[in-house]
């Protein structure tokens, strides 16, 4: 289809805007706008169709199944949309004074307390603006810890089956990365671990249920060696929709913990974000925690800034308020009975993995919390049907696929998370095109080497979009892709003649 | 909540089928040390209606800038959305897709992300830009961790007219990074190009606010070409929607460009969600932060959208990645895109020149001192009020009029200072009501 | 046009993948035919500099893949005296000839002596089938 760019045609246009009698006043000759930017230009009802053709090339949780392994891909409530755009919400400017903002500081208040009573923990701030903030952030905090009690500690301790924002964050943070390898049963090889954590340790940084979508049996032993070595325990909540209600990560031992509020608690996560990173923390971590807190007084709430020991700001005002009222909004609805929504999405992965679990193989052999992961190794020794090869074909059944090739440890990797969300139809529905996959990777392996068949686009050239990055509209320039490829190596980007 | 998806039934035919005998037993990898036995200690839970009664009640607390005549800006504006922008932002398809991992599945939400990359490099005049970062300030933060690698220097020079929030965020991300934060103090109003050249000795990048924060338009040319001398990157933290009367950054040498997106498509929502905006040169696309999309072909030769340079990120080079960025402010983006698109470069140009319209009218109207009466400015410009700032902003307020900013909040020696904004949703009637209400 | 799976005798190499070719006091450098199939078509090689100095067993610079990044660890030491531009213009061209036309980088030898310390064709052959 064509670019909005694409769409245009000078002089036309979509707005109409104000335009009071007064004079406008010149901006110095060496600041004013040389060339117009190529917006584009467009009538609104082209303008419409075109997002609405965007909209309907675009597979979203509202569109169908959507078992994306470790992005918790669940209904997004619709009252949760009409409450965040009450112009109360909307429309409130986040300079507003404290006493025009009562609602919106009780709401984060609330969201904190809530935060605080699931994680286990007392104290929480709201203001990171997704997980891999919310990580960056907790390692600040623990780096501040330090430097409050005098101590320089170097290392942080991911486990091999982490998510990239893991080591990623780490090395934002400051620290130096050691990697902790699994056991056989997908637990932290505590072996392994007891050689790496010393006085240089400042922490780990661990998901549990982790990737595997296996609860760790030894935790506790795992935080004993931590806090035995005065360190930290960071608990990223990529996979807190395993266990709300059932084990909460400060009783398991975490100090520091972010929420993933566009994963558990539900906020659209839009093709990309925005999402929402709180973290929540035990007593001695709270001084340090980012500015402003969002604290009660009395019958009012209000904003305090006074904290000595603080880390900064990680981000503007006070977060991601509009994310807030969702998830506030979505807590709501299950109130003490958040565990539910826990159960039903454990109940959903260890169905999908009986079902699944003889026509993949299943590296380990236990029971899952909220995902699992397959391998399609036998297909691929056998067929030479890959992982890819599956998730390509399972959108010709009208499903998202899992998450491919992670983690890392799991060759061919299929990591498969339904959520609570599903009926147990659309989960026999995707089982039996699961099934029927593996037959076919026998039996007819090209249609599977060939899927998707009925997408808007078959197999994209990855190879191509990387040797010649294309990554924005060149106008007149806008190379022919269907071209062969030239062999300068080059960005074509057209930068504005 | 009632509305679970699974019934009794289902749940006993899946139980067989696990071969458990209750949802309890599911958890048994759970240690018993660290099982959670209790309930919740959370508020009941509340159906539909009594949900959205409690949200109205919240929400009625608060004062918003349609019960407040508002001017206030100082990084977060009370700009138009259009209507056009809330459809694109309730399309289901769109809200609820998550990051494109597979194009085939994505397409639309990959070319809108190619578009919105289009229109940011044709407001900066850059080449590359991503997917977006979180907000203004994280950008900033990102900008500086670009130019620690690209440079291989330790310290970053921040002008003191640039968004204290955004100074805040890049001082928390600093020690970290490795980097020192140096702050060049303004003079009347704007940053001295020689200051700022003799505080970028060694620095790996200069950034700038253009407005600033009082609202002046900065020397930015000069800025930029005083860092670019002593090979520090010049980076321009830009108000897209100054960007249809002010020069791109591009064209006057900046490196980057950052800036925050909300001015242009996006509601105040009390300071977020939001996007924020990164764009670059060509020559450093490779350490860039975050998604960014590419163009391509399927297996039919027909053009198609794919993440792509996806080495620099986080879930293939680990501790070596450009960023730890992973969930970004797409659909907000998409919202920028979707507003940019309205406006067009004409309505881009008359938005700006509204806005310096009607501020220039609130100048005169006002006739209060000017803060830094030598400098020309854009939407907003600090008045000397002849009070303490706050005791002008809570009389105001009695008359339902929110006149401002208080600059003494981060700043010194400016008690009586008052950052007024005015966009083109205010007419001369609000500004004459504020004059109004400022002289009484 | 992917090349098919040797280890020439002529060449030395070490367990990360990376093959060296002695000639007098300098050496040609790449990687193995495993290493361009484990990383599949190349898209990207970031170079050293000519005249940074290479140490062994540290890396020298990057290759890249869609999905994937390796970092390329210098069999020898020595002083970069040439980076094969060809390669940063057409990086596939290390998988259809890994030994030939895909070479990387030429660097003067620093220490003559390591070459002792890195496996010969038969060697290396036998420590990839144990991948």
């Given at each position: 289809?064509?670019?909005?760019?694409?769409?245009?045609?000078?002089?036309?246009?979509?707005?109409?805007?104000?335009?009071?009698?007064?004079?406008?006043?010149?901006?110095?000759?060496?600041?004013?706008?040389?060339?117009?930017?190529?917006?584009?230009?467009?009538?609104?009802?082209?303008?419409?169709?075109?997002?609405?053709?965007?909209?309907?090339?675009?597979?979203?949780?509202?569109?169908?199944?959507?078992?994306?392994?470790?992005?918790?891909?669940?209904?997004?409530?619709?009252?949760?949309?009409?409450?965040?755009?009450?112009?109360?919400?909307?429309?409130?400017?986040?300079?507003?004074?404290?006493?025009?903002?009562?609602?919106?500081?009780?709401?984060?208040?609330?969201?904190?307390?809530?935060?605080?009573?699931?994680?286990?923990?007392?104290?929480?701030?709201?203001?990171?603006?997704?997980?891999?903030?919310?990580?960056?952030?907790?390692?600040?905090?623990?780096?501040?810890?330090?430097?409050?009690?005098?101590?320089?500690?170097?290392?942080?301790?991911?486990?091999?089956?982490?998510?990239?924002?893991?080591?990623?964050?780490?090395?934002?943070?400051?620290?130096?990365?050691?990697?902790?390898?699994?056991?056989?049963?997908?637990?932290?090889?505590?072996?392994?671990?007891?050689?790496?954590?010393?006085?240089?340790?400042?922490?780990?940084?661990?998901?549990?249920?982790?990737?595997?979508?296996?609860?760790?049996?030894?935790?506790?032993?795992?935080?004993?060696?931590?806090?035995?070595?005065?360190?930290?325990?960071?608990?990223?909540?990529?996979?807190?929709?395993?266990?709300?209600?059932?084990?909460?990560?400060?009783?398991?031992?975490?100090?520091?913990?972010?929420?993933?509020?566009?994963?558990?608690?539900?906020?659209?996560?839009?093709?990309?974000?925005?999402?929402?990173?709180?973290?929540?923390?035990?007593?001695?971590?709270?001084?340090?925690?980012?500015?402003?807190?969002?604290?009660?007084?009395?019958?009012?709430?209000?904003?305090?800034?006074?904290?000595?020991?603080?880390?900064?700001?990680?981000?503007?005002?006070?977060?991601?308020?509009?994310?807030?009222?969702?998830?506030?909004?979505?807590?709501?609805?299950?109130?003490?009975?958040?565990?539910?929504?826990?159960?039903?999405?454990?109940?959903?992965?260890?169905?999908?993995?009986?079902?699944?679990?003889?026509?993949?193989?299943?590296?380990?052999?236990?029971?899952?919390?909220?995902?699992?992961?397959?391998?399609?190794?036998?297909?691929?020794?056998?067929?030479?049907?890959?992982?890819?090869?599956?998730?390509?074909?399972?959108?010709?059944?009208?499903?998202?696929?899992?998450?491919?090739?992670?983690?890392?440890?799991?060759?061919?990797?299929?990591?498969?998370?339904?959520?609570?969300?599903?009926?147990?139809?659309?989960?026999?529905?995707?089982?039996?095109?699961?099934?029927?996959?593996?037959?076919?990777?026998?039996?007819?392996?090209?249609?599977?080497?060939?899927?998707?068949?009925?997408?808007?686009?078959?197999?994209?050239?990855?190879?191509?979009?990387?040797?010649?990055?294309?990554?924005?509209?060149?106008?007149?320039?806008?190379?022919?892709?269907?071209?062969?490829?030239?062999?300068?190596?080059?960005?074509?980007?057209?930068?504005?003649? | 909540?009632?509305?679970?998806?699974?019934?009794?039934?289902?749940?006993?035919?899946?139980?067989?089928?696990?071969?458990?005998?209750?949802?309890?037993?599911?958890?048994?990898?759970?240690?018993?040390?660290?099982?959670?036995?209790?309930?919740?200690?959370?508020?009941?839970?509340?159906?539909?209606?009594?949900?959205?009664?409690?949200?109205?009640?919240?929400?009625?607390?608060?004062?918003?800038?349609?019960?407040?005549?508002?001017?206030?800006?100082?990084?977060?504006?009370?700009?138009?959305?259009?209507?056009?922008?809330?459809?694109?932002?309730?399309?289901?398809?769109?809200?609820?897709?998550?990051?494109?991992?597979?194009?085939?599945?994505?397409?639309?939400?990959?070319?809108?992300?190619?578009?919105?990359?289009?229109?940011?490099?044709?407001?900066?005049?850059?080449?590359?830009?991503?997917?977006?970062?979180?907000?203004?300030?994280?950008?900033?933060?990102?900008?500086?961790?670009?130019?620690?690698?690209?440079?291989?220097?330790?310290?970053?020079?921040?002008?003191?007219?640039?968004?204290?929030?955004?100074?805040?965020?890049?001082?928390?991300?600093?020690?970290?990074?490795?980097?020192?934060?140096?702050?060049?103090?303004?003079?009347?109003?704007?940053?001295?190009?020689?200051?700022?050249?003799?505080?970028?000795?060694?620095?790996?990048?200069?950034?700038?606010?253009?407005?600033?924060?009082?609202?002046?338009?900065?020397?930015?040319?000069?800025?930029?070409?005083?860092?670019?001398?002593?090979?520090?990157?010049?980076?321009?933290?830009?108000?897209?929607?100054?960007?249809?009367?002010?020069?791109?950054?591009?064209?006057?040498?900046?490196?980057?460009?950052?800036?925050?997106?909300?001015?242009?498509?996006?509601?105040?929502?009390?300071?977020?969600?939001?996007?924020?905006?990164?764009?670059?040169?060509?020559?450093?696309?490779?350490?860039?932060?975050?998604?960014?999309?590419?163009?391509?072909?399927?297996?039919?030769?027909?053009?198609?959208?794919?993440?792509?340079?996806?080495?620099?990120?986080?879930?293939?080079?680990r501790e070596k990645a450009t960023s730890n960025i992973t969930t970004n402010q797409t659909l907000l983006a998409l919202g920028g895109l979707a507003y940019l698109s309205w406006l067009g470069p004409q309505g881009l140009r008359e938005v700006g020149?509204?806005?310096?319209?009607?501020?220039?009218?609130?100048?005169?109207?006002?006739?209060?001192?000017?803060?830094?009466?030598?400098?020309?400015?854009?939407?907003?410009?600090?008045?000397?009020?002849?009070?303490?700032?706050?005791?002008?902003?809570?009389?105001?307020?009695?008359?339902?009029?929110?006149?401002?900013?208080?600059?003494?909040?981060?700043?010194?020696?400016?008690?009586?200072?008052?950052?007024?904004?005015?966009?083109?949703?205010?007419?001369?009637?609000?500004?004459?009501?504020?004059?109004?209400?400022?002289?009484? | 046009?992917?090349?098919?799976?040797?280890?020439?005798?002529?060449?030395?190499?070490?367990?990360?993948?990376?093959?060296?070719?002695?000639?007098?006091?300098?050496?040609?450098?790449?990687?193995?035919?495993?290493?361009?199939?484990?990383?599949?078509?190349?898209?990207?090689?970031?170079?050293?500099?000519?005249?940074?100095?290479?140490?062994?067993?540290?890396?020298?610079?990057?290759?890249?893949?869609?999905?994937?990044?390796?970092?390329?660890?210098?069999?020898?030491?020595?002083?970069?005296?040439?980076?094969?531009?060809?390669?940063?213009?057409?990086?596939?061209?290390?998988?259809?000839?890994?030994?030939?036309?895909?070479?990387?980088?030429?660097?003067?030898?620093?220490?003559?002596?390591?070459?002792?310390?890195?496996?010969?064709?038969?060697?290396?052959?036998?420590?990839?089938?144990?991948?």
């Amino acid at each position: 289809m064509k670019l909005v760019y694409e769409r245009s045609k000078a002089g036309r246009r979509a707005a109409t805007l104000p335009r009071p009698d007064l004079p406008v006043p010149d901006v110095p000759t060496d600041l004013a706008r040389g060339r117009a930017a190529r917006l584009p230009e467009i009538s609104e009802p082209e303008l419409v169709r075109h997002f609405s053709a965007l909209a309907s090339r675009t597979f979203g949780i509202d569109t169908g199944f959507y078992p994306l392994g470790s992005c918790t891909m669940k209904h997004n409530p619709r009252v949760n949309e009409r409450v965040v755009n009450l112009p109360g919400f909307r429309d409130l400017h986040p300079l507003q004074e404290e006493d025009g903002a009562q609602g919106a500081l009780e709401l984060m208040w609330r969201l904190q307390e809530i935060l605080a009573e699931v994680a286990g923990l007392p104290a929480v701030s709201l203001q990171p603006a997704a997980g891999s903030q919310g990580e960056v952030t907790g390692l600040m905090l623990m780096r501040a810890y330090f430097a409050d009690r005098g101590e320089e500690r170097r290392k942080v301790i991911v486990a091999d089956t982490a998510h990239g924002t893991n080591p990623a964050s780490v090395t934002m943070a400051g620290y130096e990365l050691q990697k902790v390898a699994t056991d056989a049963r997908g637990n932290i090889d505590v072996a392994n671990l007891r050689d790496l954590v010393d006085g240089e340790t400042a922490g780990l940084m661990l998901t549990n249920p982790s990737t595997l979508g296996l609860f760790d049996e030894n935790i506790q032993e795992v935080a004993k060696i931590f806090h035995d070595a005065g360190a930290l325990l960071y608990y990223d909540g990529a996979n807190l929709n395993a266990v709300c209600g059932v084990s909460r990560p400060g009783d398991m031992g975490f100090d520091i913990v972010h929420f993933n509020l566009h994963k558990t608690f539900s906020q659209p996560h839009g093709g990309g974000g925005p999402g929402g990173g709180p973290i929540a923390v035990r007593e001695r971590l709270e001084p340090f925690l980012p500015v402003p807190a969002v604290v009660q007084d009395g019958d009012r709430y209000r904003l305090d800034y006074d904290r000595p020991k603080t880390i900064g700001k990680v981000r503007g005002f006070c977060g991601p308020f509009g994310v807030f009222v969702r998830s506030y909004a979505y807590i709501r609805a299950y109130g003490p009975e958040l565990r539910e929504m826990s159960e039903a999405a454990v109940l959903n992965a260890n169905y999908l993995l009986a079902r699944l679990r003889d026509a993949y193989d299943l590296p380990f052999d236990r029971l899952c919390m909220h995902e699992f992961v397959l391998s399609a190794r036998r297909l691929k020794r056998e067929h030479g049907i890959t992982a890819l090869d599956v998730a390509k074909r399972l959108m010709d059944y009208g499903f998202h696929p899992p998450t491919i090739y992670f983690p890392l440890i799991v060759a061919e990797a299929l990591m498969i998370e339904p959520t609570e969300t599903e009926t147990k139809e659309t989960l026999d529905a995707f089982a039996d095109a699961m099934l029927e996959i593996a037959r076919d990777a026998a039996d007819r392996p090209d249609v599977l080497r060939e899927a998707p068949h009925q997408r808007p686009v078959r197999r994209v050239d990855e190879v191509k979009a990387a040797k010649r990055a294309v990554v924005r509209y060149g106008f007149e320039d806008h190379p022919d892709l269907s071209a062969e490829p030239s062999s300068a190596r080059q960005l074509e980007a057209q930068k504005g003649a | 909540m009632s509305q679970l998806s699974l019934t009794d039934r289902d749940r006993e035919e899946m139980l067989a089928a696990i071969g458990v005998g209750s949802v309890d037993e599911l958890f048994r990898d759970v240690p018993e040390g660290v099982r959670f036995h209790g309930r919740l200690d959370l508020e009941p839970a509340l159906s539909e209606p009594e949900l959205v009664a409690h949200l109205e009640e919240l929400a009625a607390r608060n004062v918003h800038t349609g019960d407040e005549l508002s001017f206030l800006g100082a990084g977060v504006y009370d700009h138009y959305v259009p209507a056009v922008v809330d459809y694109v932002l309730s399309r289901g398809e769109l809200l609820t897709a998550y990051t494109p991992y597979q194009p085939e599945m994505s397409q639309g939400v990959l070319q809108a992300i190619f578009e919105y990359q289009t229109a940011i490099c044709e407001l900066t005049g850059m080449d590359v830009s991503n997917a977006s970062g979180y907000d203004g300030t994280t950008v900033a933060a990102d900008a500086c961790y670009m130019a620690k690698h690209i440079t291989g220097r330790g310290k970053v020079v921040l002008a003191e007219s640039v968004n204290p929030q955004v100074r805040q965020v890049v001082k928390t991300y600093a020690p970290g990074f490795g980097l020192d934060v140096v702050e060049v103090p303004h003079r009347g109003g704007v940053t001295d190009p020689n200051a700022l050249a003799d505080a970028a000795r060694e620095a790996a990048c200069v950034i700038f606010q253009q407005p600033n924060f009082f609202g002046c338009l900065e020397p930015a040319p000069d800025l930029a070409a005083a860092a670019n001398d002593i090979g520090a990157l010049a980076v321009a933290h830009v108000d897209p929607l100054s960007l249809g009367v002010l020069e791109a950054p591009g064209e006057y040498g900046c490196a980057l460009a950052i800036g925050e997106g909300q001015p242009a498509g996006n509601y105040q929502s009390y300071g977020g969600p939001h996007y924020g905006f990164i764009a670059s040169r060509a020559e450093h696309v490779r350490r860039m932060p975050g998604r960014i999309v590419g163009e391509t072909t399927d297996e039919d030769g027909e053009r198609a959208y794919v993440l792509t340079l996806q080495t620099r990120e986080q879930h293939i080079r680990r501790e070596k990645a450009t960023s730890n960025i992973t969930t970004n402010q797409t659909l907000l983006a998409l919202g920028g895109l979707a507003y940019l698109s309205w406006l067009g470069p004409q309505g881009l140009r008359e938005v700006g020149e509204t806005c310096m319209a009607l501020a220039a009218y609130a100048k005169e109207r006002l006739g209060l001192p000017l803060l830094f009466p030598e400098q020309a400015t854009f939407k907003e410009f600090a008045v000397r009020v002849g009070r303490p700032a706050e005791d002008v902003i809570a009389t105001a307020r009695e008359h339902g009029v929110h006149p401002g900013y208080a600059l003494k909040r981060d700043y010194s020696g400016v008690e009586d200072a008052l950052l007024v904004c005015v966009t083109e949703k205010r007419s001369t009637a609000d500004i004459d009501r504020l004059a109004e209400v400022l002289s009484a | 046009m992917a090349a098919t799976e040797t280890y020439p005798d002529d060449l030395l190499y070490n367990e990360e993948h990376d093959w060296a070719r002695v000639e007098g006091d300098e050496a040609v450098l790449g990687i193995t035919w495993f290493a361009q199939d484990a990383l599949g078509e190349l898209v990207h090689f970031e170079p050293p500099q000519e005249g940074a100095d290479v140490q062994k067993g540290s890396s020298y610079g990057e290759v890249e893949s869609v999905k994937a990044v390796s970092e390329l660890i210098a069999p020898l030491s020595g002083t970069v005296v040439a980076v094969n531009q060809r390669i940063v213009d057409e990086p596939e061209t290390v998988n259809s000839d890994p030994y030939g036309d895909g070479w990387l980088i030429r660097i003067r030898l620093s220490d003559a002596g390591e070459a002792e310390q890195l496996l010969d064709g038969e060697a290396y052959k036998r420590f990839v089938a144990e991948q």
